[in-house]
Protein backbone atom coordinates (compact mmCIF):
# COMPACT_ATOMS: atom_id res chain seq x y z
CA UNK A 1 0.00 0.00 0.00
CA UNK A 2 1.63 3.35 -1.26
CA UNK A 3 -1.50 5.60 0.17
CA UNK A 4 -0.21 7.16 2.98
CA UNK A 5 -2.17 9.50 5.43
CA UNK A 6 -0.62 13.64 4.83
CA UNK A 7 -0.57 16.06 8.19
CA UNK A 8 -3.52 18.68 7.45
CA UNK A 9 -0.71 21.16 8.09
CA UNK A 10 1.36 19.94 5.00
CA UNK A 11 -1.64 19.73 2.97
CA UNK A 12 -0.92 22.75 0.75
CA UNK A 13 2.09 21.07 -0.27
CA UNK A 14 0.04 18.93 -2.13
CA UNK A 15 -1.13 21.58 -4.18
CA UNK A 16 1.12 24.34 -4.15
CA UNK A 17 3.06 23.29 -7.55
CA UNK A 18 -0.24 24.11 -9.43
CA UNK A 19 -0.77 20.96 -10.83
CA UNK A 20 -4.63 20.22 -12.41
CA UNK A 21 -7.25 18.34 -10.48
CA UNK A 22 -10.46 15.98 -10.45
CA UNK A 23 -12.91 16.69 -8.39
CA UNK A 24 -14.94 14.17 -7.33
CA UNK A 25 -18.43 14.37 -5.39
CA UNK A 26 -21.61 12.53 -4.03
CA UNK A 27 -25.27 13.23 -3.16
CA UNK A 28 -27.83 10.95 -2.13
CA UNK A 29 -27.01 8.26 -4.10
CA UNK A 30 -25.35 10.16 -7.19
CA UNK A 31 -21.82 10.62 -7.59
CA UNK A 32 -19.55 12.69 -10.01
CA UNK A 33 -16.12 12.91 -10.82
CA UNK A 34 -14.87 16.18 -13.06
CA UNK A 35 -11.82 17.91 -14.19
CA UNK A 36 -10.56 21.31 -13.01
CA UNK A 37 -7.75 23.26 -13.13
CA UNK A 38 -8.83 26.40 -10.93
CA UNK A 39 -7.43 25.07 -7.58
CA UNK A 40 -5.68 26.82 -5.59
CA UNK A 41 -4.06 27.22 -1.93
CA UNK A 42 -5.70 29.95 0.39
CA UNK A 43 -4.83 29.17 3.67
CA UNK A 44 -2.04 26.85 5.27
CA UNK A 45 -4.01 26.83 9.33
CA UNK A 46 -6.60 25.66 9.03
CA UNK A 47 -5.62 24.11 5.41
CA UNK A 48 -7.96 25.48 3.23
CA UNK A 49 -8.46 26.14 -0.78
CA UNK A 50 -10.47 27.62 -3.72
CA UNK A 51 -12.47 25.83 -6.63
CA UNK A 52 -13.51 27.35 -8.92
CA UNK A 53 -17.26 25.63 -10.38
CA UNK A 54 -19.21 26.60 -13.06
CA UNK A 55 -22.71 26.55 -12.50
CA UNK A 56 -23.14 24.64 -15.83
CA UNK A 57 -21.45 21.02 -14.21
CA UNK A 58 -23.56 18.34 -13.01
CA UNK A 59 -21.11 18.17 -9.62
CA UNK A 60 -21.86 21.97 -8.02
CA UNK A 61 -25.15 20.78 -7.10
CA UNK A 62 -23.72 17.38 -5.51
CA UNK A 63 -21.15 19.31 -3.76
CA UNK A 64 -23.41 22.04 -2.69
CA UNK A 65 -26.00 19.75 -1.09
CA UNK A 66 -23.57 17.58 0.22
CA UNK A 67 -21.05 20.10 1.79
CA UNK A 68 -18.34 18.15 0.50
CA UNK A 69 -15.47 17.47 -1.98
CA UNK A 70 -12.27 15.61 -2.78
CA UNK A 71 -9.85 17.34 -4.46
CA UNK A 72 -7.28 14.69 -6.36
CA UNK A 73 -3.99 14.90 -8.39
CA UNK A 74 -3.62 12.77 -11.32
CA UNK A 75 -0.73 11.50 -12.82
CA UNK A 76 0.68 11.71 -16.04
CA UNK A 77 -0.58 8.16 -17.26
CA UNK A 78 -4.29 9.56 -16.66
CA UNK A 79 -3.77 12.74 -18.97
CA UNK A 80 -6.63 10.71 -21.65
CA UNK A 81 -8.69 9.96 -18.58
CA UNK A 82 -8.80 13.97 -17.33
CA UNK A 83 -9.73 15.34 -20.16
CA UNK A 84 -12.71 12.53 -20.41
CA UNK A 85 -13.50 13.93 -16.94
CA UNK A 86 -13.61 17.68 -18.40
CA UNK A 87 -16.52 16.64 -20.58
CA UNK A 88 -19.91 17.03 -18.95
CA UNK A 89 -22.13 14.34 -17.20
CA UNK A 90 -25.17 15.94 -18.21
CA UNK A 91 -23.79 15.04 -22.25
CA UNK A 92 -21.57 11.78 -21.22
CA UNK A 93 -24.13 10.38 -18.60
CA UNK A 94 -22.13 7.20 -17.94
CA UNK A 95 -18.41 8.90 -17.95
CA UNK A 96 -17.45 7.63 -14.79
CA UNK A 97 -18.74 3.90 -14.77
CA UNK A 98 -15.94 2.76 -16.07
CA UNK A 99 -13.44 4.39 -13.74
CA UNK A 100 -11.33 2.74 -11.07
CA UNK A 101 -12.21 4.02 -7.71
CA UNK A 102 -12.18 3.50 -4.15
CA UNK A 103 -13.45 5.02 -0.83
CA UNK A 104 -12.00 6.16 2.43
CA UNK A 105 -13.73 5.24 5.53
CA UNK A 106 -16.73 8.02 6.77
CA UNK A 107 -16.64 9.82 3.12
CA UNK A 108 -18.85 9.01 0.51
CA UNK A 109 -17.23 10.28 -2.72
CA UNK A 110 -15.97 7.83 -4.93
CA UNK A 111 -12.03 8.83 -5.11
CA UNK A 112 -9.53 8.24 -8.29
CA UNK A 113 -7.62 5.15 -7.89
CA UNK A 114 -3.76 5.64 -9.14
CA UNK A 115 -3.56 9.68 -8.13
CA UNK A 116 -0.67 10.87 -6.72
CA UNK A 117 -2.50 13.02 -3.91
CA UNK A 118 -6.36 13.18 -2.60
CA UNK A 119 -7.91 15.44 -0.37
CA UNK A 120 -11.20 15.63 1.04
CA UNK A 121 -12.66 19.42 1.56
CA UNK A 122 -15.65 20.33 3.74
CA UNK A 123 -16.96 23.88 1.86
CA UNK A 124 -17.29 26.76 3.75
CA UNK A 125 -20.52 28.09 2.64
CA UNK A 126 -19.85 31.84 1.04
CA UNK A 127 -23.33 31.84 -0.83
CA UNK A 128 -21.98 35.51 -2.64
CA UNK A 129 -19.19 34.19 -3.72
CA UNK A 130 -20.21 31.19 -4.94
CA UNK A 131 -22.96 32.98 -6.66
CA UNK A 132 -21.36 35.98 -8.27
CA UNK A 133 -17.64 34.26 -8.99
CA UNK A 134 -18.41 30.51 -8.61
CA UNK A 135 -16.09 30.36 -6.46
CA UNK A 136 -16.01 27.66 -3.55
CA UNK A 137 -13.47 27.53 -0.56
CA UNK A 138 -13.03 23.92 0.79
CA UNK A 139 -11.03 23.19 4.43
CA UNK A 140 -8.70 20.39 4.12
CA UNK A 141 -10.02 17.66 6.19
CA UNK A 142 -7.85 14.58 5.29
CA UNK A 143 -5.44 14.03 2.56
CA UNK A 144 -3.27 11.54 1.64
CA UNK A 145 -0.58 10.63 -1.08
CA UNK A 146 1.36 7.99 -2.98
CA UNK A 147 4.01 7.83 -0.80
CA UNK A 148 6.48 7.18 -3.80
CA UNK A 149 5.97 10.51 -4.90
CA UNK A 150 5.17 12.57 -1.74
CA UNK A 151 6.24 11.52 2.04
CA UNK A 152 7.55 13.04 4.65
CA UNK A 153 6.08 16.59 3.68
CA UNK A 154 7.78 16.66 0.51
CA UNK A 155 7.29 15.94 -3.22
CA UNK A 156 9.92 13.45 -4.65
CA UNK A 157 9.54 13.07 -8.35
CA UNK A 158 13.13 13.08 -9.57
CA UNK A 159 13.37 9.43 -7.37
CA UNK A 160 9.90 7.98 -8.67
CA UNK A 161 8.52 6.93 -12.01
CA UNK A 162 8.30 8.98 -14.88
CA UNK A 163 4.96 7.55 -15.00
CA UNK A 164 4.36 9.07 -11.37
CA UNK A 165 4.22 12.74 -12.43
CA UNK A 166 1.41 15.19 -12.12
CA UNK A 167 -0.23 17.24 -14.98
CA UNK A 168 -0.64 21.10 -15.76
CA UNK A 169 -3.51 21.66 -17.84
CA UNK A 170 -3.51 25.00 -20.31
CA UNK A 171 -6.54 24.09 -22.73
CA UNK A 172 -7.15 22.33 -26.27
CA UNK A 173 -6.19 18.87 -24.68
CA UNK A 174 -2.27 20.41 -24.10
CA UNK A 175 -0.92 19.37 -20.73
CA UNK A 176 2.47 19.70 -19.36
CA UNK A 177 4.16 17.26 -16.85
CA UNK A 178 5.56 18.61 -13.79
CA UNK A 179 9.79 18.58 -14.77
CA UNK A 180 12.56 18.37 -12.74
CA UNK A 181 13.22 19.60 -9.16
CA UNK A 182 15.47 22.71 -8.05
CA UNK A 183 16.28 23.01 -4.70
CA UNK A 184 17.78 26.28 -3.65
CA UNK A 185 19.54 27.15 -0.42
CA UNK A 186 17.93 30.60 0.95
CA UNK B 1 11.57 42.17 -28.91
CA UNK B 2 10.66 39.49 -28.04
CA UNK B 3 7.59 40.53 -25.89
CA UNK B 4 4.24 40.26 -27.57
CA UNK B 5 0.51 41.82 -26.30
CA UNK B 6 -1.47 38.82 -25.60
CA UNK B 7 -5.31 39.16 -26.35
CA UNK B 8 -7.56 39.33 -23.09
CA UNK B 9 -9.15 36.43 -23.73
CA UNK B 10 -6.21 34.05 -23.97
CA UNK B 11 -4.27 35.68 -20.85
CA UNK B 12 -5.86 32.93 -18.76
CA UNK B 13 -3.82 30.19 -20.55
CA UNK B 14 -1.01 32.24 -19.40
CA UNK B 15 -1.58 31.30 -15.64
CA UNK B 16 -3.20 27.67 -15.93
CA UNK B 17 -0.65 25.32 -15.85
CA UNK B 18 -0.12 27.30 -12.42
CA UNK B 19 3.02 28.32 -12.23
CA UNK B 20 4.78 30.29 -9.51
CA UNK B 21 4.54 33.96 -9.95
CA UNK B 22 5.92 37.48 -8.84
CA UNK B 23 3.80 40.46 -8.26
CA UNK B 24 4.42 44.27 -8.79
CA UNK B 25 2.69 47.15 -7.30
CA UNK B 26 3.28 50.95 -7.17
CA UNK B 27 1.64 53.61 -4.94
CA UNK B 28 2.58 57.23 -4.89
CA UNK B 29 6.16 56.61 -5.64
CA UNK B 30 6.69 53.21 -3.07
CA UNK B 31 6.90 50.20 -5.29
CA UNK B 32 7.32 46.48 -4.13
CA UNK B 33 7.84 43.02 -6.02
CA UNK B 34 7.16 40.08 -3.95
CA UNK B 35 6.59 36.15 -4.97
CA UNK B 36 3.51 34.29 -4.87
CA UNK B 37 2.38 31.00 -5.68
CA UNK B 38 -1.40 31.50 -4.57
CA UNK B 39 -2.57 32.89 -8.15
CA UNK B 40 -5.34 31.12 -9.84
CA UNK B 41 -7.69 31.79 -12.96
CA UNK B 42 -11.06 32.61 -11.80
CA UNK B 43 -12.81 33.67 -15.01
CA UNK B 44 -12.29 33.87 -19.04
CA UNK B 45 -14.72 36.30 -19.91
CA UNK B 46 -14.01 38.86 -18.42
CA UNK B 47 -10.17 37.42 -17.59
CA UNK B 48 -9.67 37.54 -14.36
CA UNK B 49 -7.82 35.57 -11.42
CA UNK B 50 -7.42 35.28 -7.70
CA UNK B 51 -4.68 36.14 -5.45
CA UNK B 52 -3.93 35.34 -1.49
CA UNK B 53 -2.04 38.78 0.10
CA UNK B 54 -0.92 38.51 3.65
CA UNK B 55 -2.33 40.96 5.79
CA UNK B 56 1.38 41.27 6.88
CA UNK B 57 3.20 42.06 3.16
CA UNK B 58 4.41 45.17 2.31
CA UNK B 59 2.93 44.87 -1.05
CA UNK B 60 -0.65 44.54 -0.09
CA UNK B 61 -1.09 48.11 0.98
CA UNK B 62 0.44 49.54 -2.20
CA UNK B 63 -2.33 47.19 -4.41
CA UNK B 64 -5.25 48.53 -2.19
CA UNK B 65 -4.04 51.99 -2.52
CA UNK B 66 -3.57 51.73 -6.32
CA UNK B 67 -5.88 49.18 -6.85
CA UNK B 68 -3.67 47.36 -9.78
CA UNK B 69 -0.77 45.16 -9.41
CA UNK B 70 0.87 43.14 -12.05
CA UNK B 71 1.48 38.99 -12.33
CA UNK B 72 4.32 37.73 -14.11
CA UNK B 73 5.58 34.33 -14.74
CA UNK B 74 9.23 33.75 -13.49
CA UNK B 75 11.57 31.62 -15.72
CA UNK B 76 13.46 28.63 -14.32
CA UNK B 77 16.76 31.03 -14.20
CA UNK B 78 15.37 33.24 -11.80
CA UNK B 79 14.57 30.94 -8.75
CA UNK B 80 16.70 32.55 -6.46
CA UNK B 81 15.32 35.99 -7.61
CA UNK B 82 11.86 34.59 -6.63
CA UNK B 83 12.89 33.17 -3.55
CA UNK B 84 14.79 36.99 -2.89
CA UNK B 85 11.47 38.31 -3.29
CA UNK B 86 9.61 35.87 -0.58
CA UNK B 87 11.23 37.82 1.87
CA UNK B 88 9.07 40.41 3.17
CA UNK B 89 10.93 44.37 2.52
CA UNK B 90 9.97 44.97 6.37
CA UNK B 91 13.23 43.26 6.33
CA UNK B 92 15.16 43.56 3.58
CA UNK B 93 14.11 46.80 2.80
CA UNK B 94 16.56 47.02 -0.28
CA UNK B 95 15.51 43.97 -1.95
CA UNK B 96 13.98 45.06 -5.20
CA UNK B 97 17.20 47.93 -5.91
CA UNK B 98 19.14 45.64 -8.21
CA UNK B 99 16.01 43.51 -9.89
CA UNK B 100 16.57 44.69 -13.55
CA UNK B 101 12.64 46.43 -14.46
CA UNK B 102 11.05 47.79 -17.40
CA UNK B 103 7.73 49.98 -17.54
CA UNK B 104 4.62 49.21 -19.66
CA UNK B 105 2.96 53.03 -20.71
CA UNK B 106 -0.12 53.63 -18.73
CA UNK B 107 1.12 51.85 -15.97
CA UNK B 108 3.27 52.56 -12.65
CA UNK B 109 4.31 48.99 -11.40
CA UNK B 110 7.83 47.99 -12.29
CA UNK B 111 8.33 45.01 -14.32
CA UNK B 112 10.24 42.25 -13.57
CA UNK B 113 12.94 41.76 -17.00
CA UNK B 114 13.13 38.64 -18.26
CA UNK B 115 9.79 36.57 -16.99
CA UNK B 116 8.17 34.69 -19.68
CA UNK B 117 4.90 36.57 -18.92
CA UNK B 118 3.41 39.85 -17.30
CA UNK B 119 -0.38 40.32 -16.51
CA UNK B 120 -1.59 43.66 -15.41
CA UNK B 121 -4.28 43.29 -13.62
CA UNK B 122 -7.34 45.52 -11.93
CA UNK B 123 -8.61 45.32 -8.04
CA UNK B 124 -12.11 44.56 -8.02
CA UNK B 125 -12.97 45.45 -5.02
CA UNK B 126 -14.20 42.83 -2.45
CA UNK B 127 -13.85 44.35 0.68
CA UNK B 128 -15.13 41.09 2.93
CA UNK B 129 -13.62 38.44 1.11
CA UNK B 130 -9.68 40.41 1.32
CA UNK B 131 -10.36 40.93 5.08
CA UNK B 132 -11.71 37.47 5.55
CA UNK B 133 -9.52 35.25 3.52
CA UNK B 134 -6.98 37.84 2.39
CA UNK B 135 -7.94 36.52 -1.56
CA UNK B 136 -8.42 39.42 -4.29
CA UNK B 137 -9.93 39.61 -7.36
CA UNK B 138 -7.83 40.76 -10.11
CA UNK B 139 -9.18 41.63 -13.90
CA UNK B 140 -6.64 41.45 -16.46
CA UNK B 141 -6.57 44.57 -18.18
CA UNK B 142 -3.35 44.24 -20.49
CA UNK B 143 -0.97 40.77 -20.87
CA UNK B 144 2.47 40.33 -22.85
CA UNK B 145 4.62 36.66 -23.21
CA UNK B 146 7.77 36.37 -24.47
CA UNK B 147 6.92 35.07 -27.81
CA UNK B 148 9.49 32.18 -27.60
CA UNK B 149 7.48 30.52 -25.29
CA UNK B 150 4.15 31.77 -25.75
CA UNK B 151 2.76 32.16 -28.85
CA UNK B 152 -0.43 32.23 -31.13
CA UNK B 153 -2.32 31.51 -27.95
CA UNK B 154 -0.55 28.60 -26.91
CA UNK B 155 2.98 28.25 -24.59
CA UNK B 156 5.80 26.87 -26.53
CA UNK B 157 7.77 25.13 -24.04
CA UNK B 158 9.12 22.36 -25.62
CA UNK B 159 10.83 24.32 -28.67
CA UNK B 160 12.20 27.11 -26.59
CA UNK B 161 15.51 27.30 -24.82
CA UNK B 162 15.35 25.17 -21.52
CA UNK B 163 16.42 28.27 -19.32
CA UNK B 164 12.99 29.85 -20.53
CA UNK B 165 10.47 27.44 -18.46
CA UNK B 166 8.28 28.56 -16.06
CA UNK B 167 8.58 27.42 -11.89
CA UNK B 168 6.49 25.81 -9.30
CA UNK B 169 6.95 26.57 -6.15
CA UNK B 170 6.47 23.78 -3.29
CA UNK B 171 7.85 25.44 -0.58
CA UNK B 172 11.24 25.31 1.75
CA UNK B 173 13.32 26.53 -1.70
CA UNK B 174 11.84 23.31 -3.71
CA UNK B 175 10.23 24.21 -6.98
CA UNK B 176 9.45 21.75 -9.89
CA UNK B 177 10.38 22.95 -13.49
CA UNK B 178 7.74 23.08 -16.39
CA UNK B 179 8.38 19.94 -18.05
CA UNK B 180 7.45 18.00 -21.28
CA UNK B 181 4.41 18.88 -23.23
CA UNK B 182 1.43 16.54 -23.56
CA UNK B 183 -1.19 17.04 -26.26
CA UNK B 184 -4.08 14.60 -25.94
CA UNK B 185 -6.80 14.63 -28.82
CA UNK B 186 -10.31 14.97 -27.27
Known amino acids: ?13 LINHGASTL ?27 TLVLDKSTFTRPLIEQSGYFAVQLPTQTQAELV ?12 KIDTIPVFYQENYAMPLVEDCAAWLICRVIPEAYLQEQYDLFIGEVVAAWADSRVFRDGHWHFDDAPEALRTLHYVSGGQFYVTGKGLNIQK
Chains 1, 2 share one sequence.
Request: proline share 6%; glycine share 4%; aromatic share 8%.
Open 1 to 13: MTRQSVPLDKAFR
Open 23 to 49: ISAHHNGVANIMAAAWVCALDFNPSRL
Open 83 to 94: LKMGESRKYTPN
